[in-house]
């Protein structure tokens, strides 16, 4: 008799694991450095290119690892100019760091990492929210969405502690007593595509944003709340009710969902509280990992590298603790 087999999630098979902790640091500092300068300058093969005249030809100064360039004499490293300048970290712990972020499908806490990578919290803090910075290139890439969309929003934070004796609580669903850190995210998911996050006081300013970022071709999923009616001007519109069922003969808004489902486990899960100040990181951070879903995790530590060393030196988050000490 035939014995009947599911099939594997590729989440648990073999083939979505093909980096590990252990070959990172089995492999050493100096596979890492290279790593970086791999994933810095692909099109030399790693040798370094200048970055301010863009000469390929440059002195290797081994001992500093820095690099002179041959025509204008600049000094440089494999980080300079990117979101990695002025690093301080060794090459296998930013590796290493990397490797930890993209592991966890529902983001870690930096208390967990700081201990995991011997550094201080502040460290960890900043680390993780320049490879945030870095993602964010990848979701953002300002392409219009199409084929068929789905829209929906979600609020986050603004938490009312509520007093302890029941005579003197508030109500707080009433305007005077919010604290005004309440945030939607309003999330745009091409089916089988991208998923784009924005940060908004109203999940009404949806609207405005599909004006700008999904394509009139596009055919989109939405709620019944009333403020989606609006894109029924412009759009070929299919509405969902949730109160009477999560999918009707194929109109659903599942995917951006499960959006919604990995970033509300990875604050309430994780982080416990974010300021509203960086909820978009977090959006965005979430956006990465839902498409990026069924990458193998090699793959994305190195996707991540390439995309930290093309981004430019952080404005927000380089000396971010010596500005807010």
Not at 228 to 247: C, F, K, M, P, T
Request: net charge positive; charged share 25%.
């Amino acid at each position: 008799m035939e014995m009947m087999t599911m099939a594997q999630h590729f989440l648990l098979s073999a083939a979505s694991r093909t980096l590990s902790l252990r070959s990172i640091y089995k492999a050493g500092e100096e596979a890492a450095y290279r790593t970086f300068c791999e994933m810095r300058w692909p099109e030399n093969g790693g040798e370094a290119v200048c970055p301010r005249c863009g000469h390929e030809e440059t002195y290797d100064i081994s001992t500093r690892r820095k690099f002179k360039c041959k025509a204008c004499h600049h000094h440089f490293s494999v980080t300079s100019g990117t979101i990695f300048a002025s690093r301080k970290m060794d090459f296998v712990d930013l590796l290493a760091a990397i490797c930890i972020i993209v592991n966890a499908s529902k983001g870690v806490s930096m208390v967990q990492l700081s201990r995991d990578l011997d550094c201080q919290y502040k460290t960890a803090f900043v680390l993780a929210h320049k490879l945030r910075e870095a993602m964010a290139q990848e979701v953002h890439t300002g392409e219009v969405l199409d084929g068929h969309v789905e829209v929906d929003g979600a609020y986050f934070g603004g938490h009312i502690r509520p007093a302890n004796r029941r005579e003197d609580r508030k109500d707080r669903r009433l305007r005077i007593h919010q604290t005004g850190k309440r945030r939607v995210v309003v999330a745009f998911r091409e089916r089988h595509g991208d998923t784009v996050p924005f940060v908004a006081k109203s999940e009404a300013d949806g609207v405005e944003l599909a004006k700008v970022h999904v394509d009139r071709m596009a055919t989109i999923s939405a709620d019944e709340a009333s403020h989606w009616d609006l894109l029924h001007a412009g759009w070929d519109v299919q509405r969902i009710n949730h109160s009477e069922a999560y999918s009707l003969n194929g109109v659903h808004t599942n995917w951006v969902e499960s959006f919604f489902s990995r970033l509300r486990r990875m604050i309430e899960g994780q982080h416990h509280f974010v300021s509203p100040q960086y909820l978009h990181q977090y959006a965005n951070h979430a956006a990465w990992l839902e498409d990026n879903r069924r990458t193998d995790n090699g793959s994305l530590a190195r996707g991540l590298v390439a995309e930290a060393m093309g981004a430019p030196v952080s404005r927000q988050w380089k000396g971010y603790w010596q500005r807010a000490a």
